[in-house]
């Protein structure tokens, strides 16, 4: 069974930093695309960052862009988010997910997803 679990989420303050890991125990992790998304209390889920199975293609929501950066090892099966200068705008609970069809920017395109970690900043 395909699995997604994320980690290291945490509480941190305003202007730090922390990196998310995902580690995909799937047979086709280098063949995907992978995504990070987030939900806030009381809001849809939304895009955060995508990369290619090659991780050379990459797309990033607008307010993220300059502060977080998305990576991956395909010898580890794992796909990364590193988030700096965090901002209490920030705080969701953070989902990777594979990619399966159709706009990397639209949850309807991933078939799988992780349990989610979630990440707090504080002011």
């Known amino acids: 069974q395909v699995q997604l679990v994320e980690s290291g989420g945490g509480l941190v303050q305003a202007g730090g930093s922390l990196t998310l890991s995902c580690a995909d125990s799937?047979?086709?992790?280098?063949?995907?695309?992978l995504a990070w998304f987030r939900q806030a209390p009381g809001k849809e889920r939304g895009f955060v960052a995508y990369?290619?199975?090659?991780?050379?293609?990459?797309y990033y929501v607008d307010s993220v862009k300059g502060r977080f950066t998305i990576s991956r090892d395909n010898a580890k099966n794992t796909v990364y988010l590193r988030m700096n200068s965090l901002k209490p705008e920030d705080t969701a609970v953070y989902y990777c997910?594979?990619?399966?069809?159709?706009?990397?920017?639209?949850?309807?395109?991933?078939?799988?997803w992780g349990q989610g970690t979630q990440v707090t900043v504080s002011s």
């Open positions: 799937g047979g086709t992790f280098r063949f995907n695309g």
């Open positions: 997910a594979r990619h399966y069809s159709g706009s990397y920017a639209l949850p309807s395109s991933y078939n799988d």
């Open positions: 990369s290619g199975w090659n991780g050379i293609s990459t």
